[in-house]
């Protein structure tokens, strides 16, 4: 099984619909971050929802940076997104896992917390990047991507957002959808979509059912009544590197990397989004302090 995302338009090209299977990439995340049940939700969520929105970008560069900070034990969440469903995820306390809700479920809402903000920041290449803030109003999540789209965006959204756990912590299943209503939508199909939506069965029993995205489509606006504009792989992807990590250490300035040279005759810098290690001699050093001079 390979992740992957679906654009479609819908009634009449009156709803965009993206939808995602994005289990492979959060299960990656949780064994990059060994992250327990409810955080794992938490994480999964976001990157699902950010996956969603990274798609609606229109150009090669544009990334997207989402933030979830809410008074839960997880603490602060961040994933970096961009156009070709392809990102990265942090979480500051991995290592959560809650009693279920009181419908049985991971309970999203006790790790991520109902005080807080989402913040999302889109650098679309221009002088200053595009910031939009909401407060938290659920803590579940879909709830509060869906209120950010209609307040920051003004674009009326629904988001599904599913991750299911398995006893063991893998990932079960992850996915999602994000549904938007264009403009001139009538209140016929507006109508239609608030029915289907409230019989909705849950994404993560339609996945864990081992049925398709087009299933999914189907499910939520009827056969024959959609059409698919593009599809597109999922991944986990880290873009960090030595040279990176070096061009951070020369901006340090040159004390501070003498410092390290003479306290502990070299560097090492972790990645917080793919744990990669990377280590400098007291050489590597000795050439960065150099440039920074």
């Not at 994933?79 to 419908?103: G, R, S, T, W």
């Not at 009827?222 to 599809?231: F, M, S």
């Not at 960065?288 to 001079?293: I, Y």
Request: proline fraction near 3%; aromatic fraction near 6%.
């Amino acid at each position: 099984m390979t992740d992957r995302l679906i654009k479609a338009l819908a009634y009449n090209d009156e709803i965009r619909i993206y939808l995602v299977d994005a289990t492979e990439m959060v299960e990656k995340a949780r064994q990059t971050h060994d992250s327990w049940s409810a955080a794992t939700a938490a994480l999964g969520r976001t990157m699902i929802a950010s996956t969603l929105l990274g798609a609606t970008l229109k150009n090669k560069q544009d990334k997207l940076t989402v933030r979830v900070q809410g008074d839960g034990p997880v603490g602060g969440i961040i994933v970096d997104a961009n156009m070709f469903a392809e990102n990265k995820a942090y979480i500051q306390n991995p290592h959560i896992a809650l009693e279920l809700n009181e419908v049985g479920k991971l309970d999203v809402k006790g790790a991520v917390g109902t005080e807080g903000s989402l913040t999302i920041t889109k650098d679309q290449g221009l002088k200053t990047p595009f910031v939009g803030q909401v407060p938290l109003i659920s803590g579940e999540l879909g709830e509060d991507f869906t209120y950010y789209m209609a307040v920051s965006e003004q674009t009326p959204s629904s988001f599904g957002l599913s991750v299911l756990v398995n006893p063991d912590e893998s990932v079960q299943v992850a996915g999602g959808f994000m549904i938007q209503v264009l403009p001139d939508v009538s209140e016929e199909t507006i109508n239609e979509l608030e029915k289907a939506l409230a019989n909705m069965t849950p994404v993560s029993t339609i996945l864990e059912e081992g049925h398709s995205l087009e299933y999914l489509l189907e499910h939520l606006v009827g056969k024959g009544n959609y059409r698919v504009l593009e599809e597109m792989p999922v991944s986990f992807k880290c873009d960090c590197s030595k040279e990176r990590f070096a061009d951070a250490i020369v901006s340090l300035g040159k004390t501070e990397i003498q410092s390290m040279i003479d306290d502990d005759e070299g560097a090492e810098a972790e990645c917080h989004f793919c744990r990669t290690k990377y280590t400098y001699s007291a050489t590597e050093l000795e050439e960065l302090k150099a440039r920074a001079e």
